[in-house]
């Protein structure tokens, strides 16, 4: 019996070994980039870097391996780099990887990344404050920043004339408009969950210490009690969505009349028809959280040199204008002056008319320290049930 | 023979067909029983990887009515399923005509759409101003300022129905085609009604694989993720998939998740059983 088994084993791991070698003998190089998102970030490697990237250096085909949108997908890469760090092989399969500010913190814990980004020639455009820490560890190092993700309320003028410009106004604006404010809780998608983190820090007042100082003090905690009264009080008034995609897609049929949103995901939805373009978009005051996606390279990637590259080149100047701003209507993951010559006027114009360079500068804040951050998700569900 | 030999010299009797199942036996163990045992086994541990009831009390906390309702949703729809089920395969069974060729070509359509696409499907359908509600403002029957809103328990057994109905429908069907003309028109000539015959006759004797396609509708209920994610993922309450999601997604906390696991598998534990008890019965 055990011989029989042993044999089958042997015979099985001859025929994968078979198979992986097989693999390795081309000549080129095969770039693994895995990435995190939604499906246009597939597209995005598949179709635009991928190839731009293969143009400038032939010997080298990038494989783009998509794992799905959300921090899901951030979750899946970590668990594929982290079997592998684990399993304590020698060269890890993926070379390079897009992903959300909650893998920085899983991924530094771990002991997973690369500390590569000052070495890049890019590393002189970056101006994000984003870079230094994400949710309250120190990642300066391990994550370039491709794109940067901010939320904001869309709303429909013709119907709203008179926006609420913060949060208390549009407590008032809901009960005056019972139904047409639209966001998907926070099980159904981050646009929720920010709107409910811009929530916090607005009726707390205290984003300095819940994002960027801290400490973490459980007693903070204690105090949320009213501030989830009253948005389980706000919620008797509003819509609750089917998830990110779900308040663009009402808001478009005019179910909804305002809501938080993607901005990134909101101007892919206008490019491609799918949203009224007569849409507008606001930052109510004190702000709502954004958030980069990063390039990470894992520690023992086999590509790590040539991952380098590839991260420099979609961070350059060039591809940043034309692919990330012009193409996709994104915020730039690099400052934005030093694309701004490169990219039409109407375009800038387009994705800073609403949400203004300085808007961005003043409102658009970060995601809590990661503490906080679970506190503030786990309270919504304590007191709104 | 050398393997079952040198298991008898150490005094075992084993029977030599056992090593012919050794495959599938190991394969069932480490892919499905393995996971099942660790995840019930995780559900006690905390983070630090000593017992306690902690994720069990959090649970309790925060999930007992999202708990009760996937248990609401699930009853209600295998309920539901059931009726509609026997009556389709019913109605197959007993009218074979033009029309029912056609209906039965058309059924098993849903049999072969995944959940997500249903979700989307029914995503657009249900919406506010989605195609049901604008048809029905067409027809003048509601005013689409107050459209019908579908995105709860009503939306959502839609969605389950639409797709478990087919399902139930094709085993059952299997089930009343094997009972021979002669009962029923023994009944018949003994002056049974078609209520009788249905209720007396054909249901009792296809009971077996009515029930078994049931204990399937319900478990797949309970199990699925797609449908109530894009749905009421973000509305309260909501199913225990979409929690689970949530455990994982957001707090990397497989150890509530797992005591959510828990709770779904007592859901489905005794339809389980009874299942598992039907079919040994069968084969003995």
Not at chain 2, 62 to 85: E, Q
Not at chain 2, 155 to 184: C, E, R, T
Request: proline content about 5%; hydrophobic content about 45%.
């Amino acid at each position: 019996m055990k011989r029989t088994v042993f044999v089958l084993l042997l015979a099985l791991l001859v025929a994968f070994g078979g198979f992986a070698g097989g693999a390795k003998e081309s000549a080129k190089t095969r770039l693994i980039y895995m990435t995190a998102g939604d499906t246009n970030m597939l597209a995005l490697g598949q179709n635009v870097l991928g190839p731009g990237f293969q143009q400038k250096y032939p010997n080298v085909s990038v494989a783009t391996i998509h794992t799905g949108p959300g921090n899901a997908g951030s979750q899946r890469i970590l668990e594929k780099i982290l079997a592998e760090a684990e399993a304590k092989k020698e060269v890890w399969d993926v070379d390079v990887a897009m992903v959300h500010e909650i893998f920085m913190k899983w991924a530094m814990e771990k002991d997973l990344l690369l500390n590569y980004t000052k070495e890049l020639e890019t590393w002189k455009y970056v101006t994000s404050p984003f870079v230094k820490t994400s949710l309250g560890v120190k990642i300066e190092g391990y994550g370039m920043p491709m794109f940067h993700s901010q939320t904001a309320l869309a709303y429909n003028p013709d119907l709203v004339k008179d926006p609420p410009k913060n949060y208390a106004e549009l407590k008032e604006w809901v009960k005056k408009n019972p139904g047409k404010f639209g966001y998907n809780g926070i099980k159904g998608g981050m646009s929720g969950v920010s709107f409910v983190v811009g929530w916090v820090y607005a009726e707390t007042g205290k984003y300095k210490k819940y994002a960027v100082e801290g400490p973490f003090e459980k007693d903070e905690i204690n105090t949320w009690e009213k501030v989830f009264n009253e948005l389980k009080e706000f919620n008797k008034y509003v819509t609750i969505t089917g998830g990110n995609v779900g308040t663009l897609d009402a808001l478009n049929r005019g179910e909804i009349w305002m809501g938080p949103v993607w901005v990134d995901m909101f101007f892919t939805f206008m490019n491609e028809g799918k949203m009224d373009p007569k849409t507008r978009l606001l930052l109510p005051e004190p702000g709502m959280p954004g958030q980069p996606m990063f390039f990470v390279i894992p520690k023992k990637a086999g590509n790590a040199e040539m991952a380098k590259k590839f991260v420099e080149y979609v961070t350059s100047p060039a591809v940043q204008a034309k692919e990330i701003v012009q193409r996709f209507n994104w915020y730039p993951g690099i400052d934005g002056s030093y694309i701004k010559d490169s990219v039409p006027p109407e375009v800038f114009n387009k994705i800073y008319k609403d949400v203004t360079p300085q808007d961005l500068q003043k409102k658009g804040l970060s995601f809590p320290l990661a503490q906080y951050f679970d506190a503030m998700l786990e309270s919504y569900e304590k007191w709104i049930k | 023979m050398l393997v079952s030999s040198s298991a008898s010299r150490k005094g075992l009797n084993v029977p030599s067909y056992l090593f012919l199942l050794a495959p599938a036996v190991i394969f069932m163990l480490l892919m499905y029983a393995y996971p099942f045992l660790a995840s019930i086994v995780r559900s006690f541990l905390d983070k630090s990887g000593a017992f306690s009831f902690e994720n069990y009390l959090k649970t309790i906390d925060l999930y007992t009515k999202d708990i009760a309702f996937t248990f609401s949703v699930t009853l209600f729809n295998t309920a539901c399923t059931a009726v509609l089920a026997i009556l389709l395969a019913v109605y197959f069974r007993i009218r074979q005509n033009r029309i029912t060729k056609i209906l039965s070509a058309i059924y098993k359509l849903p049999l072969f759409i995944p959940f997500v696409v249903v979700a989307q499907m029914m995503n657009s359908f249900l919406a506010p101003h989605g195609l049901l509600n604008v048809a029905l403002a067409q027809l003048g029957l509601i005013d689409l300022k107050q459209p019908l809103q579908l995105f709860n328990f009503a939306g959502l057994s839609f969605g389950f129905l639409w797709k478990q109905v087919p399902f139930a429908v094709l085993i059952m069907h299997g089930g009343f085609q094997m009972i021979d003309n002669s009962y029923i028109e023994a009944a018949r000539s003994a002056g049974a009604g078609m209520g009788k015959v249905i209720t007396r006759v054909l249901i009792p004797m296809n009971k077996s694989s009515i029930l078994v396609s049931l204990v399937l509708v319900y478990s797949q209920i309970v199990g699925t993720f797609t449908l109530p994610y894009m749905l009421i993922g973000g509305k309260i309450p909501t199913t225990i998939t979409v929690d689970i999601a949530h455990r994982v997604n957001y707090f990397r906390d497989f150890g509530v998740a797992n005591a959510l696991g828990v709770f779904s598998y007592l859901l489905v534990l005794l339809t389980a059983w009874y299942y598992l008890k039907t079919k040994l019965g069968e084969t003995k």
